[in-house]
């Protein structure tokens, strides 16, 4: 049932987000060096870029880990407020 709270009480898996960015990480500086290393400029500087966007995407996520509870809320914690009242 919604409650209409969702915007305010969504949660996100935080931390399957830090790993899969710093698996992005591994990945993106192999590809910009191996890239830059053959001699292809252009492939290069898209890994580079995507190097860039997943390094920001990590930032925030250390960020909203390290706020706590509020963005990551423990498994007492429910999701919405139950609906009060309707039967």
Known sequence: MRTG???TTAR???R???????WGVVWT?????AFAL????G?????GLLWLVVTVDL???L???RQGPHYQPGRDVPPYQPPGGRP
């Open 5 to 7: 709270s969702e915007p």
């Open 12 to 14: 996100s898996a935080l």
């Open 16 to 22: 399957m987000r830090f790993w899969l960015s710093v």
């Open 29 to 33: 500086v192999s590809g910009t060096v």
């Open 38 to 41: 053959a001699g292809h400029p």
């Open 43 to 47: 492939w290069a500087l898209a890994c």
């Open 59 to 61: 930032a925030v996520v």
């Open 63 to 65: 960020r909203h880990i």
